[in-house]
């Protein structure tokens, strides 16, 4: 019969750990042979160097631009760069008038045309509405929509071809690609296809009728009855120029006749090439004064006001000046925190020799599986997901040696709680197991927790910690449930861990543990305490472990065993 033992289970996991690492190693060396993958991380700025370049803002019309401005611009540009894929990039303000873009390495000819170009903003009428994903079954040859006659109004269905439908089909509004795609702004006078990103809707849009150049301001604040009383509902105040109120009065008749539900009573406000909200009309709006309503709270309601009041700013920029910049905190500084996570690793393998022995060396072993799984990790995220390894990402990857230790003392110390017990190490481990592991899910639970609120509430460099605090976690538990535990039974049935040799770090006599048959035809009672090992160090740590209620115990058993009564020989 096959066997199926607990140590036949631990090849097996272990096997699977070989796998898992071999897919890992194959991925990225077939990435670094037919693609830009690297066997090393990409490095962040603060530790690569990169390209700064000066922008310097240009407004149509000469005006001069306000803080305000500058800074929703420097927001624009950020979502753009971070959305092209670009970690780790820093953009600042300077002299209140310029804004500065530092970028790891050296930036591509589209990531120089995303910076510059000037944020778009347009009112489209809605054609066609239709589900995010890629069209399954596509609609045949004779059923495609086909022009009569030439468009008469923007909302007109004769602007959807038939080759504009089949693009619409296979747009796929979930993949990342076609959103970075979209930033490119479509002619003003054609048709376009476009998504919405928050709610997965896809659309085809007529042409532009009201630019958002037209916008004097806009507004956010809850809407109020009939009889002016506040009611809890989030909503978003346009207002339009003189321009645009007269044009939006034209669009909301037209649009305003068709039924509630008809794709055709919506109208879109894209930007960038993206629907930021496609509002259904309710009403002529002859004041130039719409009011947005919709399942709003009081953060959407504001994100979306800004970005209609400066989203459309008519702001283009020129790139004053470029230079190669060298790393911030350059290779001195990248050495030093390598050299100091060596000498935590260090540490950390000589207390885990000292206080555990030849076990130790499961510790140190782990790690070093631990820090390649992570490292493999890095590598490939660098290449799938342009990630950049900062300093303090170094700074999170050595702060988890400390963590990813701890788990394995946990489980060290279950073990040899279960042997001072009496139980055998096979049974030790097993119980140790079980106990260990809540604790251990609990505490990395802990840290990924932690580590996801940092990075989604940090700026900065801040984030590149959290980022690598929970991979490290992660990480940490793979190994732990993977490699630690497997090895952990394998070991249990050696003869020299087995056996508890003293350079085990499993001996019973060190650990002061009561054996459960005690010699002379005597058994262990629940009620006896640790052996008073002969060993002084071993009687000192079976004194150390055991609580104060042990402990008090013990000494009252001793007193009454030293004035118990006593029998004497007659002579």
């Not at 702060?399 to 279950?414: K, L, N, W």
């Not at 609120?453 to 605090?469: D, K, M, Q, S, W």
Request: aromatic share 8%.
């Amino acid at each position: 019969m096959p066997r199926t033992g607990p140590g036949s289970a631990a090849k097996k996991t272990l096997l699977w750990l070989g796998v898992i690492f071999a897919a890992l190693a194959l991925l990225l060396g077939g990435g670094s042979m037919w693609s830009n993958a690297s066997w090393t991380p990409k490095l962040a700025l603060d530790l690569e160097g990169g390209t700064e370049m000066i922008l310097a803002p240009q407004v149509q019309g000469g005006a001069e631009i306000t803080q305000d401005q500058l800074n929703q611009a420097v927001e624009i540009i950020r979502q753009r760069v971070d959305g092209s894929g670009v970690s780790e990039a820093e953009i600042t303000t300077q002299s209140g008038r310029n804004v500065v873009v530092s970028l790891p390495g050296v930036p591509s000819a589209e990531t120089r045309e995303l910076i510059q170009a000037s944020a778009a903003m347009e009112f489209r009428p809605v054609i066609t509405v239709g589900p995010a994903a890629a069209a399954a079954q596509p609609v045949p040859d004779e059923q495609l929509p086909a022009p009569t006659a030439e468009p008469t109004n923007a909302s007109d269905d004769n602007w959807v071809t038939p080759e504009l439908y089949r693009e619409f089909e296979s747009t796929d509004c979930t993949d990342p690609a076609t959103l970075e795609a979209s930033v490119e702004p479509a002619p003003a006078d054609k048709p376009m296809i476009a998504c919405e990103p928050t709610t997965g809707a896809k659309y085809i849009l007529g042409p532009v009728e009201v630019p958002g150049t037209n916008i004097d301001d806009a507004t956010f604040g809850l809407s109020q009855s009939g009889q002016g009383a506040s009611i809890n509902e989030w909503g978003v105040n346009i207002k339009f120029n003189g321009e645009g109120t007269k044009t939006f009065r034209e669009v909301t008749e037209r649009l305003f006749a068709f039924p509630q539900g008809d794709p055709h009573n919506q109208f879109a406000i894209v930007l960038d090439g993206q629907v930021i909200s496609a509002p259904t009309v309710q009403g002529v709006i002859t004041d130039g004064q719409p009011r947005i309503t919709g399942q709003f709270n009081q953060e959407s309601a504001k994100a979306l006001s800004e970005q209609l009041k400066y989203g459309a700013l008519p702001i283009s920029f020129d790139i004053q000046s470029e230079q190669q910049v060298s790393a911030t905190l350059g290779t001195d500084q990248l050495r030093m925190g390598v050299i100091a996570g060596l000498i935590g690793l260090a540490l950390v393998a000589v207390y885990s020799l000292f206080q555990y022995r030849a076990l130790g060396f499961v510790t140190i072993i782990s790690l070093v599986v631990a820090g390649i799984l992570t490292y493999l990790a890095i590598c490939l995220l660098g290449w799938s997901q342009n990630y950049r390894l900062s300093l303090a990402g170094v700074a999170g990857l050595i702060v988890a040696i400390g963590q990813t230790a701890d788990s394995f003392i946990v489980y060290f110390e279950r073990i040899r709680d279960e042997l001072r017990d009496g139980r055998g190490l096979v049974a030790a481990v097993d119980n140790g197991w079980k106990r260990a592991k809540r604790t251990v899910l609990a505490s990395k639970a802990v840290n990924v927790l932690a580590a996801v609120v940092l990075y989604f509430v940090a700026v900065g460099n801040v984030r590149g910690f959290a980022f690598t605090l929970g991979l490290t976690a992660i990480a940490d538990l793979i190994v732990v449930f993977m490699f630690t535990h497997p090895t952990m039974v394998l070991l249990a049935r050696t003869k020299f861990f087995g056996e508890g040799h003293k350079w085990s770090g499993l001996d019973t006599t060190r650990l002061g543990a009561v054996p459960l048959y005690r010699g002379a035809g005597r058994i262990r009672e629940p009620g006896d305490t640790p052996v008073r090992a002969k060993n002084k160090a071993a009687s000192k740590e079976a004194e150390r472990r055991m609580t104060i209620a042990e402990r008090r115990q013990a000494e009252k058993q001793e007193s009454l065993a030293g004035s118990g009564p006593s029998t004497e020989k007659e002579g």
